[in-house]
Nanobody, 123 residues
Framework: VQLQASGGGLVQAGGSLRLSCTASGRTFSTYIMGWFRQAPGKEREFVAGINRNGGKIYYADSVKGRFTISRDNAKNTVYLQMNSLKPEDTAVYYC?????????????????WGQGTLVTVSS
């Protein structure tokens, strides 16, 4: 599967952005989807994950209550709604996919990756 992320940009602290990740192919609904991010000089970290039908969701503690992951299987797309953004949310955001059952929180648990979209939050 090929993943295409979009929606990044520059936003002031307290603002919102919505990231989208669209997948190619007809089997999107069989994939666990995740969002990760990598800030300058830091390792890539898990942000949020969603199971095949959207019934189970995990968030990193750092984004709970501010970010919302969702998916539309009819559109082969997963979203990350980011509200109350902070400067520390500045990073390249990546979507990832794995044809599995459990939501992974580690990079190594995902097989397919999008190209990344840059989110910059100014103070």
């Amino acid at each position: 599967v090929q993943l295409q992320a979009s929606g990044g940009g520059l936003v002031q602290a307290g603002g919102s952005l919505r990231l989208s990740c669209t997948a190619s192919g007809r089997t999107f609904s069989t994939y666990i989807m995740g969002w990760f991010r990598q800030a300058p000089g830091k390792e890539r970290e898990f942000v949020a994950g969603i199971n095949r039908n959207g019934g189970k969701i995990y968030y990193a503690d750092s984004v709970k209550g501010r970010f919302t992951i969702s998916r539309d299987n009819a559109k082969n797309t997963v979203y990350l709604q980011m509200n109350s953004l902070k400067p520390e949310d500045t990073a390249v955001y990546y979507c990832a996919a794995i044809n599995g059952i459990w939501i992974g929180v580690k990079e190594t648990e995902y097989e397919y990756w999008g190209q990344g979209t840059l989110v910059t939050v100014s103070s």
